[in-house]
């Protein structure tokens, strides 16, 4: 050390005495002794925790198991808060939740739910262990005066240390150098404050500015990128089978040949084909009007049918409310019934691929059972158990319905078939259309089971005061 | 003086009268820090560390190149192909992550039981989790398909998918177990490590070194107050590795278990995964320690005594395989359900018999040599059974993912797995990928955990 650096040394603050010991006992035995002189500003280093130091150095329990105590009981919330959100949670615009439904399972069962919450805990718990450790020790610290001091080195191998600071009220320069001695030390050192340590090194100070302005570009880009219009198609970096090798519609086939010997995929250059014979395309297999519409063919047009098909009840209802809400001052009785879209030629007789036979009728009155019966009953009078219940409830206000037709009123008797055909096919008012449940032929085989019950002309039986009576007696 | 006490030799003898000694050549503070740090210290790696770490970045670049290819054509480059969709990415997956398992029971379990011969193993048992969890996490990882999309496995808000992950499908509870169990081992390690990473800061002459280890070491100074926190902090480290390595294992089974195929679908995979992975994890440390204690000279640090624990804990896991093995076939039998039956029959005596015998041989013959003393304390023994224990154990997996599938519910689909190049290349790959790790990590990094040695040393002092 030279002369100059010695000088420095001795003009900065004097911080405290380092002891050095040879052994963990004696380092015990030191604090001990330390302790009970009065002395509270100290502390020992060692190369590996030495038992029975805490109780000489009177150190206290540390906190930190609360600590981690709080923030895993933390985890344990945010990770099943987190999985409720996620699978069971469907009420935010912004990052809605997503409900699974998987084997009509609950969509929040805690059992399946344990192992995440479970690893949130661990997850939580552990990051809180290692950061509260450091935080608790005040480290990292990049510059500390004892690592100034070269005999220092040692404490990470072999040797024992026991600092006194001179913050220490008992602290006195030749006093406490004499009692060190007294217990036991072999050398004594002085700390001394440094302000040299507390700087990075320049290269790595210019490292470091170098990274923070480059890690700014990135988002200055994307914030200069914000305020801009371009006519440029976005940057797609991965492709995701969204451009594939294939032919449009529409298009030219490429020649596949060269000029000379062009070869096309089809020998008429087109890349779009015409079906082959006896084929039908998805979606157009109902040209059959008459069969699978109940409309004469060639009498409408596809738009008449669409809107036709669209007379659902759901939409009726819809249609309805937002026709009232756009126009209240409006008669009310001119809302409930809005202009009835142009009726289609039905047509009156059975189409001639329906054979109706005993065998139909069965099945309809078969089908007739399963699907109608429910509200229009079994005699087609609309007194289905569906009907008496809601009729029930519509009378203590508890629901709205309206009531189930009855198949023998003289207005639905002079409907043609294809009109009942459509009624179950598409529904009508509050019916809901059946052609998703219900097959054509089977439609077919219901509406001739319904043009029979008609024929019967049955009426509701009347349970009059005479039957109970009866009943009672 | 006449008599000279003789220097313990033979630590493996249990005399009722003391402890037997865990360091042996009457090792002081100074030598244990001069033995591990010499390592480091060293101006050469030894001929065969350079050997070996060329072979490794070869196929570690062989790995790169696999991963390459498939990122660009896609994971059709496997053999997984229907009925078999997990092939070998798969087993390779719950080979790794098995063997990862031993490092922290070391670590932790070991030391929540207050086991004082982990002391000298633990720190490059816990490299080798972490290294493992790396080369497991790695086959998932590439086998997702769509790699750049990878954050979709975690629950992060996302506008192009509008929807979150299902959190109860045991895919999903593996990407947490075995994320969380990546992080809380690295935490685990660094943290038991940064007091040898202050004594390498102490020790180091060049100027990078110095600046590396002084800002890894975090500013350690070694003081009472530190450590008090230190050791409080490793006790809840290690008490939340616990529960958290069984977990781990748990769940990668319920991978398999939560499913409905026969051969699959069995409530004691739980329990006979975790055994597994133990017996496959320490079978790997005593693989990776006994050449390493040879090369580096650390025979006295990592004894006869440390090996032949170690030995003992891979006999017994694998009795506790074995008597899995049994239980499976019990069950099958006794369920009635013909399916099942089918399954385990056609696992021992089907296609893939050969498969299914060569695990046994492995995994339940073979470490039956451990109950002689000779096999345990003999080191080439000992690591020639250990490579046999993960052949079997790396068989293990295989069998259970591939037999089950290829006999699945559906016969018209039943088929013959064959792996490709690419399956066969990449996992030796992982290999280079571990080896390459584990290699730079005995050369850079405290291999034996230097401050934890020291603490079971017979103290010295004036009063003893």
Known sequence: ?473 | MATTVEPILDNTLDDPDHRSPLVLGDMDYADVTDKVCSIWEADKSPKVWWLVLIMAISMLMMLGGCIGHLLMKGVGVWGNNNPAYWGWPIVNFVFWVGIGHAGTLISAILFLFRQNWRTSINRAAEAMTIFAVICAGTFPGIHIGRVWVFYWLFPVPSEHLAMWPNFRSPLLWDVFAVSTYFTVSLLFWYMGMVPDIATYRDRAKSKIRKLVYGLLSLGWTGSARGWHRYEAAYVILAALATPLVLSVHTIVSFDFAVSQVPGWHTTIFPPYFVAGAIFSGFAMVVTLLVPARKIYGLQNLITIRHLENMNKIIMATGLMVGTAYGIEFFISWYSGVAPERFAFYNRAFGNYWWAYWIMVTCNVFIPQLFWFKFFRTNTIAMVVICIFVNVGMWFERFVITVTSLCRDFLPSSWHYFHPTEIDIMMFIGSFGLFTTLFLLFCRFLPIIAISEVKSILPIKGKDH
């Open chain 1, 1 to 473: 050390m030279t002369e100059k650096q010695n000088q420095e040394m001795e003009d900065q603050k004097l911080l405290g005495l380092l002891a050095q010991f040879e052994d963990p006992v004696s380092l015990v035995h030191a604090c001990n002794e330390a302790r009970e002189s009065g002395y509270n500003k100290i502390d020992a280093f060692s190369p590996f925790p030495v038992h029975g130091i805490d109780p000489a150095l009177g150190i206290p329990r540390t906190i930190l198991p609360f600590f981690v105590l709080i923030i895993g009981l933390t985890g344990c919330a945010v990770g099943l808060g987190m999985q409720y959100y996620a699978n069971a949670g469907d009420w935010s615009d912004l990052f809605p939740g997503y409900n699974f439904m998987i084997s009509g399972k609950p969509f929040f069962s805690l059992p399946a739910n344990i192992p995440v919450t479970f690893e949130v805990v661990v997850l939580s718990s552990a990051i809180a262990t290692f950061l509260g450790m450091w935080a608790l020790n005040r480290l990292p610290r990049l510059a500390n005066p004892l690592h100034r001091i070269s005999r220092f080195k040692r404490v990470t191998n072999d040797k024992f240390f026991l600092l006194v600071e001179t913050k220490d009220p008992k602290f006195s320069r030749e006093e406490t150098e004499s009692q060190l001695n007294q217990w036991g030390a072999s050398v004594i050192e002085e700390v001394h404050e440094d302000l040299t340590d507390q700087q990075l090194p320049s290269w790595l100070q210019l490292v470091g500015l170098m990274t923070a302005l480059i890690l700014l570009i990135p988002p200055v880009l994307i914030f200069r990128a914000e305020g801009m219009t371009n006519r440029k198609p976005r940057l797609h970096v991965i492709p995701d089978m969204d451009w594939q090798e294939k032919y449009k519609t529409q298009t030219l086939a490429p020649n596949l040949g060269d000029e000379k010997h062009p070869v096309f995929l089809f020998v008429d250059g087109r890349a779009m084909q015409e079906p082959i014979p006896g084929t039908i395309a998805r979606g157009n297999l109902y040209t059959d009007s008459e069969y699978y519409r109940g409309i004469k063919s060639g009498t409408e047009s596809f738009a008449t049918l669409q809107s036709a098909g669209a007379r659902t009840g759901l939409q009726d209802d819809a249609s309805q409310d937002k026709s009232g809400q756009d126009k209240p001052d409006q008669d009310p009785t001119a809302d409930e019934k809005p202009a009835e879209p142009a009726e289609p030629d039905w047509v009156t007789q059975f189409p001639p691929n329906v054979n109706v036979d005993q065998a139909l009728l069965e099945r309809g009155q078969q089908r007739f059972n399963i699907y109608c019966s429910a509200c229009h009953g079994y005699a087609g009078n609309g007194d289905g158990l569906v009907n008496a219940r809601a009729m029930a409830l519509a009378a203590s206000g508890q629901a709205t319905w309206t009531t189930a037709k009855s198949l023998n009123d003289p207005e639905i008797i002079k409907n043609p078939v294809g009109r009942i055909f459509d009624t179950i096919s598409n529904g009508r008012g509050t019916m809901g259309p059946y052609k998703s449940q219900i097959p054509v032929e089977d439609r077919w085989a219901i509406v001739a089971y319904v043009r029979a019950l008609q024929g019967t002309g049955l009426q509701p039986v009347t349970v009059t005061q005479a039957d109970e009576e009866t009943v009672e007696k």
